[in-house]
């Protein structure tokens, strides 16, 4: 049953799996030494710093394992709330995937946004989470969407862990970044990177799963996931190589059948006219 389906899955057009192109990291800013020091370098499986300590959009001071207590995954953004762009576009793209997800934040994951400007505080914080509320308008959410802020040290232990590089460009006097989003185990290991803006709900839904062990989601969802893997060359989850070979095996094996019986259709039919004609 479960190779049936993966079958299935497998004869769906990739266009209709997944709609829109990979997106690479967009940095901001104009100067070329400035961007060679910004990027993103996955470290899948990776443990982020869980004591690291950060305030939340009502200025209480909370340590980042308080939002891995409850044995959910949680979606990872870094940003910081001042950026004139990216990060808003980061935070729509977001906003866009969760809203074709089934789960909600606060009861099957958890969505953490750190900026890593250490000069904003919890008033800017609040601000954000509460413009992206309105946005996303989804029932419980604002108990498990977090808008956090730091000190510079915690901002780096988190960066780092992460492999999220960036830098003050004093030509533009904005920071330069990229964008991205993560998703993160329970335990806080970091499991899926999704770059650029625009991320797939699809590819999101998965890796909540697959990150969950499988505590959330349905059966047709843990039967995805045994016909696709998470790539991270692509930040997309594609089909196992085994079952596209045997889908193709199949498919040839099926072309050649048809052929073989349309030829003996064929064939008896020609005899039967021959014997009509005597």
């Keep these: 049953m479960p190779f049936a389906f993966c079958l299935l899955c497998c004869a769906v057009p990739a266009q209709a799996q997944y709609a829109q192109p990979p997106v690479g990291p967009v940095?901001?800013?104009?100067?070329?030494e400035v961007l060679k020091k910004v990027g993103i370098e996955q470290r899948l499986n990776n443990q982020i710093p869980l004591d690291a300590?950060?305030?939340d959009e009502s200025g209480r001071e909370v340590k980042l394992g308080e939002y891995f207590r409850g044995g959910r995954p949680v979606v990872l953004a870094l940003v910081y709330y001042?950026?004139?762009m990216l990060c808003n576009l980061t935070l729509n793209g977001l906003v866009g995937a969760l809203e074709a997800v089934p789960f909600t934040p606060g009861r099957e994951f958890e969505v953490v946004t750190v900026s890593f400007d250490?000069?904003?505080?919890?008033?800017?914080a609040a601000k954000k989470k509460e413009t992206y509320l309105k946005r996303f308008?989804?029932?419980?959410?604002e108990g498990g969407w977090h808008f956090l802020t730091g000190d510079k040290d915690s901002i780096d232990r988190l960066a780092q862990a992460t492999g999220f590089r960036y830098v003050w460009d004093e030509e533009s006097k904005q920071f330069a970044h990229a964008s991205a989003i993560m998703v993160v185990t329970p335990e806080g290991k970091l499991s899926h990177y999704f770059y650029g803006i625009d991320y797939s709900p699809k590819d999101l839904r998965l890796a909540l799963v697959e990150s969950s062990q499988g505590k959330i989601g349905s059966p047709v969802d843990a039967l995805i996931l045994y016909c696709y893997h998470y790539d991270p060359a692509t930040g997309k989850f594609a089909p196992v190589m085994a079952v596209m070979r045997a889908a193709g095996v199949l498919t040839?094996?099926?072309v050649v059948g048809l052929i073989v019986y349309l030829c003996r259709r064929t064939r008896q039919e020609e005899e039967i006219k021959a014997g009509g004609a005597a």
């Design 252 to 254: 040839v094996f099926g």
């Design 82 to 84: 001042e950026c004139p």
């Design 53 to 55: 300590t950060f305030r």
């Design 118 to 124: 250490p000069r904003e505080g919890p008033e800017l």
């Design 27 to 32: 940095p901001t800013g104009n100067s070329t």
């Design 137 to 141: 308008r989804r029932e419980g959410a």
